[in-house]
């Protein structure tokens, strides 16, 4: 079981455009297998606070606000210091980074924890806590919008590559965080 950074980025490093915008993901959304077995490994969900209530690639279809636009399914563990007065079903929120770690483990049991967001990925990674990234690279350039990882003056953090999938029209890297 692994804590796994899920996402997927431009050809110039960009997960969202600007202002957090996922609608340019919609050209993309398609069949593809190595993200079904992505799903199928993952077992929870931490997920920060802005993708939770954030933009959906799925925006206008009958799977927005899904995970994965309604292809997964599974607890979800949103990493916040506003935790709202009225309960989400399938939702915990969490005020802690290590406890909400903790409880998305749990909840994985013997699968993944998917990570979504870039600012829970980076927090986990200056916490030690996330172990791979799995990231699929789209045939697209943004120009702007929300960094892969943004952290200017920040340390070098060595990765592995363990596996590449292409398949038609995207790249999909599983890395592994080297400590």
Known sequence: MA??????????GFIAGPGGDMGWMAGYLSPDTS???????????????RTFGGDDP??????????????????????THRIPERPVPGVTFVDDLERAVAAAREAAGEKNVGVLGAQVAAQCIEAGLLDEVYVTVLPVLLGDGVRLFSHPGGRSVRLEQLRTVTTPGATSLLLRVVR
């Open 3 to 12: 804590v796994q950074y899920q996402c997927a980025m431009s050809l110039d």
């Open 35 to 49: 993200a079904g077995d992505l799903m199928a490994g993952t077992g929870a969900l931490l997920v920060g606070r």
């Open 58 to 79: 799925h925006k206008g279809t009958e799977h927005e606000g899904e995970p994965y636009g309604g292809g997964w399914e599974g607890r979800q563990f949103v990493l």
